[in-house]
């Protein structure tokens, strides 16, 4: 079986330009000629003038130097691959409408188009069998698409079941856990636990024993917790869901990126895929929730977890308003500027629930 021609970009040719590596490229097929500079009559130099270039014009240019049809012939023993279709995925001209409904993607016709993925079949399989390189994946990946009915990630339904979830699973999931901790960190601020936590018919009124200062400690962590969720929020999505420039070029990489963040870019507007699944929030968590109870005593770890929980239900919450939901004034802005981190410019915007931290990075989006 003859192996599959890989997709690049321009970018992708433009990065081989040494006489080590040299790539051209022409008629949309990509060349590696590294090994062909020394056999070249005009001389190596000749086509390191025109290293990570299209040299279609090039070898058609009389003045230069016109080549025969065997010369095309030879050319084709060092093809390695072929551009894909490029567009733009920095859309300057892009205005966020108040009433923003997108028209649903032919999925026959985007894969003729762009042969990335096809939407009719599982995504991630896809994926791992990739024959594109990173760059044009990432191209590909920020163009939106939309279908009326989730597409499928997995082939297997028991799987494809995990990674589907209703908004309302977040507050059902995480809300009583949050509550627990805040308490926690109440009577852990008091002194050993009341026996309630023992035996839950104690009357409620054991809770009035506790001292108003206990409360105000755990208010306090509480507060805190709901600041720092706000910057872990604007770092995960900057620096882990978007760790695009660091994401090596592999497979099995292309896939974790697509399956953490890359599909919400892909299909933005996927209801089923814009909160969170509790195992995937769990193993983002657990780090952070480790650090705080390194860094700080439980009481007030457990306060400070609790803050930070609370603000993130409000995120993924907020997250699927802003791309499903009439909102007030506020949030209207919100849903303005982080569509146009979709639709505009992915690169800026990080900020969901506020602008505060692009502001203070300087990754602000104009929209």
């Not at 108040?98 to 042969?115: I, V, W």
């Not at 968590?285 to 770890?301: C, G, H, N, W």
Request: glycine share 4%; with cysteine.
């Amino acid at each position: 079986m003859s192996k599959r021609i890989r997709i690049y970009t321009a970018e992708d040719v433009g990065a081989h330009t040494q006489a080590s590596s040299c790539w051209i490229s022409r008629a949309g097929k990509v060349y590696d000629v590294s090994s062909f500079l020394n056999d070249h009559p005009g001389g190596d130099d000749l086509i390191l003038q025109h290293a990570g270039k299209d040299i279609e014009q090039v070898m058609k240019d009389k003045l230069e130097h016109e080549h025969s049809d065997s010369a095309y012939g030879m050319l084709d023993e060092y093809v390695i691959g072929r551009l894909g279709n490029a567009e733009s995925i920095i859309r300057d001209d892009w205005e966020a409408p108040d009433d923003f409904h997108p028209d649903t993607t032919d999925s026959a016709q985007d894969y003729e188009k762009n042969t990335f993925l096809d939407l009719r079949k599982p995504l991630l399989r896809q994926v791992w069998e990739a024959n594109f390189s990173k760059s044009y994946y990432l191209q590909q990946v920020h163009q939106p698409r939309h279908l009326k009915e989730s597409a499928r990630l997995f082939g297997p339904e028991i799987l494809e079941m995990c990674t589907r979830t209703e908004w309302y699973v977040v507050p059902i999931f995480w809300t009583p856990i949050t509550v627990y901790l805040f308490l926690r960190s109440i009577f852990q601020f008091t002194g050993p636990l009341p026996n309630f936590f023992v035996n839950p018919a104690l009357p409620m009124s054991s809770f009035a024993l506790v001292p108003a200062a206990s409360i105000l400690k755990t208010v306090a962590c509480f507060l805190l917790g709901n600041i720092i969720w706000t910057f872990l929020e604007y770092f995960m999505h900057r620096f882990l869901f978007h760790i695009d420039d660091l994401l090596p070029d592999r497979p099995v990489f292309l896939m974790l990126h697509f399956l953490t963040h890359g599909v919400h870019h892909y299909l933005p507007m996927d209801r089923l895929r814009l909160v969170m699944p509790p195992p995937l929030f769990i193993a983002l968590e657990t780090p952070f929730t480790q650090l705080a109870y390194k860094l700080f005593p439980v009481a007030v770890a457990n306060g400070i977890i609790s803050g930070a929980f609370t603000f993130y239900i409000g995120y993924d919450c907020m997250h699927y308003a802003l791309h499903h939901t009439k909102l007030p004034q506020y949030m209207r802005e919100m849903k303005k500027y982080h569509l146009a981190h979709h639709y505009k410019n992915f690169e800026l915007g990080f900020g969901v629930t506020s602008k505060i931290w692009d502001y203070i990075f300087n990754t602000t989006l104009l929209v």
